[in-house]
């Protein structure tokens, strides 16, 4: 796959993102307008973040990063048959993972509110209420691992379209609910359940044009798999399927480094808690401002590192992985084209556009200031943690998952550290902080580590193109600031300027990715 089909993939996924993006603002806006930074709210974020991290842990991340390679290999050097049957042998371990981990979070949901947020315990209203939400979502665990099957199984195949629109379904059915049941905390988690089952059911007629049939079976005859069609599920073949156990032994460091990440998040989550410390609201703040900088994040970089990963899975099967090196460098060099400008349009706007999307119903002044602090405080790391994903799917493309696992524990450590260091002078935005910084250590470590498994790949020419987007970025933070708190324009008018100024800036300092971007969108070979 070529640069151009690689940002063709990636814009399709991004485009679909952005689309998911504004509805998932138009659903948060809803959220703090009816519940603000109270203690629904929290309920809700804390209630809806346990579902999610199981969706990192066993669904969409590690799941999709551990099939990607191996089913684009099956896809690419074995028979047809040989892939379907892989696919339903996964089917199959899947199923059964993830209705245990339903059921068990069903059942010990008191339990893991008492441990990811203490804080709650002395509020009973609050930990009842959160109690009750954890269990009414945690369905939804088993919904989005079946969707990150089905993103595995068509992203293999090239297909991006389908699972890169499922969120906006998702997000479509919590704003419904929303509305027809206004101030009640149990629509948003219905809406939740709804648009599960819906994403999930859209995906199937995607997958069944591509050859999917659930009732494909086989039988192990004298070592041999056999192939042909039964009536009904053969669990058995997706406990001793050769290729799946290949998979497991995959997931599982990505498992672990998912599991590290997700501390990370629950540690945020219980030091937010501790209202006494770092003010109230803190738990909600975090998740409105974490809302606004994962937009950019997930439309361009998680999405350029989707589109980049079975590409990258392909090269790193070449001789010489030149042609992966160079994959790995203008994927790099493309997020910081987009990821620089943003972290610093982030920086300059945060109160501006936080009180634009929340400032309304219970959603006050004072919710806006401590959000506001917390995402310009959370986008000094956009570049970082775009660039991460990058690096982290070229390690998955070379099956090596065990090295961003170490990594992000090396980083989950100074994470904590440093939270604890900023949480007592910087209050909620310390939390904020010391993420961007654990981020930015994660990315220069793994970058490290990578040059010196796979040999240079293109240090100074990054270097050169991050110097020349910074200065490009500076420019256009400039004429934003002037623009908004001198003349005081419009947000969108102050945007607009923004963007012109820094695409006039990149073309001044001859940043050689906006002509790869600028051809692309014009369609020139």
């Known amino acids: 796959m070529s640069k151009k089909h690689i940002l063709k993939s990636a814009g399709t996924i991004g485009f679909a993102t952005v689309i998911s ?77 993830l209705a245990l981990v339903t ?49 595995g199984i068509l992203n293999s195949l090239k297909h991006f379209s389908a699972p890169a629109f499922a969120p906006a379904i998702l997000n479509l059915s919590v704003i419904i609910c929303a509305l027809v049941r206004q101030g009640s905390v149990r629509a948003l988690a219905t809406g939740v359940l709804i648009g599960g089952v819906i994403q999930l059911v859209v995906q199937v007629p995607f997958l069944t044009a591509r050859g999917f049939s659930p009732f494909q079976t086989s039988r192990l005859i004298k070592g041999e798999q056999k192939f042909g069609t039964g009536h009904g599920f053969n669990f058995l073949s997706g406990i001793y399927h050769p290729a799946v ?60 590192a989707q589109a980049a990963l079975p590409t990258m899975s392909r090269e790193a ?63 000094i790391g956009l570049f970082s943690y775009a660039g991460i994903k990058i690096l982290v799917s070229c390690f998955y493309s070379l099956k090596d998952t065990l090295a961003p696992v170490k990594v992000a524990s090396a980083s989950l450590i100074l994470n904590i ?57 500076i420019v256009m933070a400039a004429v934003i600031y002037v623009s908004i708190f001198k003349i005081k324009l419009n947000l969108f008018i102050v945007i607009s300027l923004g963007m012109l100024s820094y695409g006039l800036a990149a073309v001044i300092f001859d940043v050689k990715e906006a002509k790869e971007f600028l051809k692309w969108a014009l369609r020139i070979n």
């Not at 808690?273 to 703040?285: K, N, Y």
């Open 245 to 304: 156990k290949k998979i497991g032994r995959l997931l599982a460091p990505r498992v672990l480094g998912s599991c590290v990440y997700q501390i990370n998040i629950f540690i945020n989550t219980l030091l937010a808690s501790l209202s006494s410390i770092v003010g109230e609201g803190g738990v909600a703040a975090l998740y409105y401002a974490n809302r606004i900088f994962q937009f950019p994040l997930a439309i361009f970089g998680i999405a350029l």
């Open 417 to 473: 550290i440093l939270s604890i260091i900023f949480m007592f002078p910087l209050k909620i935005s310390g939390l904020a902080l010391a993420t961007s910084l654990s981020g930015t250590f994660n990315f220069f470590l793994l970058f490290f580590i990578l040059r010196k498994k796979i040999g240079a790949i293109d240090g100074a020419k990054i270097l050169r193109s991050f110097l020349k987007v910074f200065m490009a970025s």
């Open 21 to 97: 993006r504004v509805l998932g603002f138009l659903r948060d806006i809803l959220i703090a307008k009816f519940f603000g930074t109270a203690k629904y709210a929290q309920a809700f974020v804390v209630a809806f973040r346990i579902p999610n991290m199981l969706r990192d842990l066993i669904g969409e991340g590690a799941m999709n990063a551990a099939f990607v390679p191996i089913l684009s290999e099956y896809s690419e050097t074995r028979k047809k048959e040989e892939f379907w049957h892989l696919a339903n042998a996964l089917l199959n371990a899947m199923l059964i993972i």
């Open 317 to 379: 099967l070449e001789a010489g992985l030149g042609n992966l090196k160079k994959t790995l460098s203008f994927s790099l060099r493309a997020v910081n084209f987009i990821m620089l400008p943003a972290s610093v349009g982030l920086i300059v706007l945060s109160e501006p556009i936080t009180s634009m999307l929340f400032e309304r119903g219970m959603f006050d002044r004072y919710s806006t200031f401590i959000t506001a602090r917390a995402l310009s405080l959370y986008s």
């Open 103 to 151: 059921l068990l979070g069903v059942a010990f949901a008191p339990v893991i509110i008492r441990l990811i947020a203490p804080g709650f315990v002395d509020d009973p209203e609050k930990f009842r209420v959160t109690v009750y939400l954890t269990r009414l979502l945690f369905p939804y665990v088993l919904l989005v691992g079946l969707l990150a099957y089905c993103m």
